[in-house]
């Protein structure tokens, strides 16, 4: 599949605690297309938050091949990966993860320090980002001042600044009320149809799931469908 | 500096813990500040403009041992030596102990010989102390100091000199005048000084008679200060009364070294200090890594390699370090008068606060680094397994 933004070849990871090895993900392979918004269902310990680490650079496969935005990541040390992901990848919790001591301004900057825009363009772009989440009226205000769906936006302007080819999404509304998480949900459709933006996201919420454009189950650490998505 | 807002805010997430470790620190190197002052000043003691042609013979053994008054007339005769005269320590002060007076009995046209123009006296009260057997000449800040002014009867207590007549340790004199220091480095040095007759002193003492602390000497020629301080032992080499014989300045400093290895002391005082404040530093620094484990996960996330999630975290010790560095010597250096009253005959400098900066940027790498490599080897996965 040429235009895949995700492509995983006999991919297997096993963690090893101890003289425990466990078995997380068997033989996966997967393409996603570049532009899709992919939710990826399962039960807990199915493998899916793995997959997701796998796929945005946070861990490393244990064997197989993973291409993401043309670049195989199982070949990637540890810095070159960390600045891959700089560049390719946005992140997105359950928890928002912001920075408790800066404003939502602050938080969204934090990317493009490892930019080389200076201060002014920073704030610009963040305050851009902002605005796009529909939070700019929010800018000055810390993590403790802004409700959930409120911070779950900046965590989502954070991830959109540097611009990334690719957003990766670990259960984005599940500390939300049903409200709040339609509204993140809405803004992660249209950062996918009007902007373009890749996304996976993992859920075990079925109403967020039908957001997105594909769904993937998985269990047991192996995909219930065929592994290439269009 | 781009990541310095990042820094900063994170050193102030908890507000109340850093303001008692600044505070903590702050007083450590406020300590160090002027701990250091008085060592520097210990090791650099304040020779002067007029310092350089003059050379004192004390003891061999030791400053407490007297000299026979009768090596005057032999150093006298050494080539190269212009003038020589003695002193002994009387020991004094007044009213109470704190109140020190360096008080020295004076031989006086050999002294005013050998310090000559180094002292501005009027013509006046110089005739009036050389008629009054029991007459002082005060510097004029010690006047100041007790209050005392030209025609006052002062007491003063030695801890030494009994009197032959009652076996007294007061000893009454006549302020007839006061002096200043010529050479303004000489100030500090004199400002405690009170001189007054030899012979009342060795006529009056109940022991020691014929015996002097030390001799003074001025060279012609101070390049030749080291020959003739030299000869000068020579002479009294295998006697009962051996001598050593060393620049004024140097004199100083082994004076004051009597209190004991100062340098030592002050050093163990501020070893037990930051050894103290390396583990309270440590754990706080430690404890705000620990707590901050999913936020550096993040940092990490998003892309902070291995080598800037370090820096931040060596970036925060330092920044602690250095700002209670700075706060903690500037105080020290608002203390630099304070100090030179306490310390006289020494040079007070600021340069002794130098090293603070170097022990606070050591501090900070000491107390910093263990968090910092925790921080850097952080498993990003781990890590936001906890808080997802």
Known sequence: MSDAIVSLRNVDKRYVRGKQSVEVLQHLNLDIAKGDFVALMGPSGSGKTTLLNLIGGLDTATAGEITVAGQRLDQLREGALARWRARHVGFVFQFYNLMPMLSAQRNVELPLLLTHLSGAQRKTNALAALTLVGIADRAKHKPSELSGGQAQRVAIARALVADPTLLVCDEPTGDLDRKSADDVLHLLQMLNREHGKSIVMVTHDPKAAEFASHQLHMDKGALLEAGTLA | ?388
Request: net charge neutral.
């Open chain 2, 1 to 388: 500096m781009k990541y310095f807002p990042l820094v900063w805010a994170t050193l102030w997430r908890k507000k109340t813990r850093t303001i008692f470790t600044l505070l903590s620190m702050v007083v450590a190197f406020l300590l160090f500040g002027m701990l250091e002052t008085i060592d520097y000043a210990f090791a650099h003691p304040s020779g002067g403009a007029t310092g350089a042609d003059k050379l004192i013979t004390i003891n061999k053994y030791s400053i407490t041992l007297l000299l026979p008054f009768s090596d005057a007339q032999a150093i006298r005769a050494v080539p190269g030596v212009a003038e020589v005269t003695w002193l002994t320590w009387l020991g004094a002060y007044y009213q109470e102990s704190k109140n020190f007076v360096f008080a020295l009995p004076v031989d006086t046209d050999s002294y005013f010989n050998l310090h000559k123009d180094e002292f501005i006296v009027s013509g006046e009260q110089m005739q009036a102390y050389r008629n009054t057997r029991t007459g002082a000449l005060v510097n004029s800040a010690l006047m100041k100091k007790f209050g005392w002014k030209v025609g006052d009867k002062v007491p003063l207590h030695s801890t030494i000199w009994t009197q032959k007549k009652d076996a007294s340790l007061d000893w009454t004199f006549d302020i007839v005048g006061s002096f200043d220091a010529r050479d303004p480095t000489q100030a500090g040095q004199q400002a405690s000084t009170l001189l007054f007759h030899y012979e009342l002193f060795d006529e009056g003492r109940s022991f020691g008679k014929g015996n002097v602390g030390w001799f003074e000497e001025r060279v012609g020629d101070p390049s030749q200060s080291a020959a003739i301080a030299g000869r000068i032992d020579a002479l009294f080499a295998n006697s009962p009364n051996e001598t050593k014989t060393q620049p004024a300045k140097d004199f100083a400093l082994a004076f004051m070294k009597q209190l004991g290895d100062i340098g030592f002391v002050l050093r163990a005082i501020l070893g037990a200090v930051f050894f103290t404040l390396l583990f309270l530093t440590g754990n706080t620094m430690m404890q705000s890594v620990r707590e901050r484990t999913p936020e550096l996960a993040v940092l990490k996330t998003i892309g902070f390699g291995d080598a800037k999630v370090l820096g931040l975290v060596i970036g925060e010790s330092l920044l602690l370090c250095v700002i209670a560095a700075v706060i903690g010597l500037g105080l020290s250096y608002a203390a630099l008068p304070i100090i030179k009253l306490g310390l006289q005959g020494v040079e007070v400098s600021p340069r002794a606060l130098l090293p603070g900066i170097g022990a606070a940027v050591l501090l900070a790498l000491a107390v910093g680094t263990p968090p910092a490599l925790r921080a850097m080897r952080l498993n990003i996965v781990d890590a936001l397994a906890d808080k997802r």
